[in-house]
């Protein structure tokens, strides 16, 4: 059990946020399935500051989800504090400020993992938004802007003086981006100085590894990213590879029909959100590749589920090879509205 102000966070796994996987369809299943707590996609400060309503959109989520953590983005002081306003009116449990984004579109320009390089302006941030808001507010961080700054425990000294309740930390820095392993030796030095939470992150790929990783480095929690893409599974004790075709069949047109719902149009957009979704659920469970293919085309949401329906597969998972995550990171689902 983890306290972050007077909200109270049971368990010991979460989903990671990750935009345009996190939304609150993926978010109530994840949580259902035993992620500790839901955290959204990053949201533009600069955009809420605008009222633009697709980035409004994205705080919106459903009791269930509760403790909910809405995570914002942002490079300069007023604007992530008026923000953050805009966001408190939704009423969630925690603001989270994102300094991990390695995106150059938001790197760059001083907001995500730049304001690694500007860690007092990350501390002026947090207790604006603090003051402002009356809720507790946690920063997600990397290891330093590239091997050469790495500030992780000086960021953390200064976080926790601007009043931060807890801290996650994806072990890499910026410059690696997505590449090489994640270095839980410095998250786990990172926990054995700080006096708030702190949330490891970073290359972990099931509940079991989950466990060992906040046993042998003492975190608080850990959160679980891409491997948690098509897997809900990960955040509970059986794992995907041994649950049947027929389970995963149902989970996949819940999570259909739940984007159904948060998404509605006349046309195939939440299908096509779906898609990406659809790949991970059926990766390594043995799904004829014509089929897949000819899915990935559909644009009628029935044909889609009838067509699901009349797939035949074994009843359990044949193929238990790695799934590769190499190619899937931030930027493939960034936008930054
Ligand atoms: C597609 C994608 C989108 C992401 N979006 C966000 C985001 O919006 N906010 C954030 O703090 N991190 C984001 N991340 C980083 C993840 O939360 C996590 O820190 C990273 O993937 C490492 O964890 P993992 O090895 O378990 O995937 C994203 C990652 C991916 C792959």
Redesign the pocket.
């Known amino acids: 059990m983890v306290r972050i102000g007077n909200v109270t966070i049971e368990g010991d796994v979460a989903l ?6 996190s939304d609150s369809p993926y978010r109530q299943i994840t949580k259902r399935f035993g992620s500790a707590f839901s955290y959204t ?2 949201v533009s400060t600069e955009q809420l500051k605008l009222g633009n309503t697709k980035s409004l959109d994205m705080f919106r989520f459903v009791e269930s989800e509760r403790p909910i953590v809405f ?1 914002i983005f942002g490079s300069d002081l007023n604007t992530v504090v008026h923000a953050s306003e805009i966001a408190a009116e939704r009423k969630p449990d925690i603001i989270d400020l ?1 300094m ?2 390695s995106v150059s579109k938001v790197s760059h320009h001083g907001s995500g993992a730049g304001l690694l390089k500007n860690i007092r302006l990350a501390g002026q941030m947090i207790e604006g938004i603090r003051k402002k808001t009356g809720l507790p507010v946690t920063a ?1 961080i990397r290891l330093g802007w590239d091997s050469d700054s790495l500030n992780y425990l000086e960021t953390v000294k200064v976080l926790e003086g601007s009043g931060v309740s807890a801290i996650s930390v ?1 072990g890499r820095t910026k410059a690696m981006a997505y590449t090489g392993v ?1 270095d839980w030796n410095a998250i786990g030095e990172i926990k054995s100085r700080a006096n708030v939470p702190i949330y490891g ?4 790929q099931t509940y079991q590894e989950a466990m060992k990783k906040k046993q042998q480095f003492g975190v608080d929690l850990v ?5 948690a893409i098509g897997n809900p599974w990960v955040f509970g004790k059986v794992p995907k590879e041994l649950v049947s075709w027929f389970e995963i069949k149902s989970i996949i047109l819940e999570h259909l029909d739940l984007m159904l719902d948060f998404y509605p149009s006349d046309d195939d957009y939440a299908l096509i959100l779906f898609r990406k979704h659809f790949i991970k659920y059926i990766e390594n469970t043995g799904f004829p590749e014509e089929q897949k293919r000819k899915l990935l085309m559909l644009t009628s949401v029935d044909e889609f589920k009838d067509t699901l329906e009349s797939i035949k597969m074994d009843s359990n998972f044949l193929e238990t090879s790695e799934i590769n995550n190499e190619n ?3 930027e ?3 936008s930054l509205v």
Do not use: W
């Open positions: 990671s946020p990750m935009a345009g996987i996609e990053f995570q994102n991990g984004c997600k994806h994640a992150n970073g290359d972990v959160l679980i990213g891409r491997k899937i990171n931030c493939t689902f960034v």
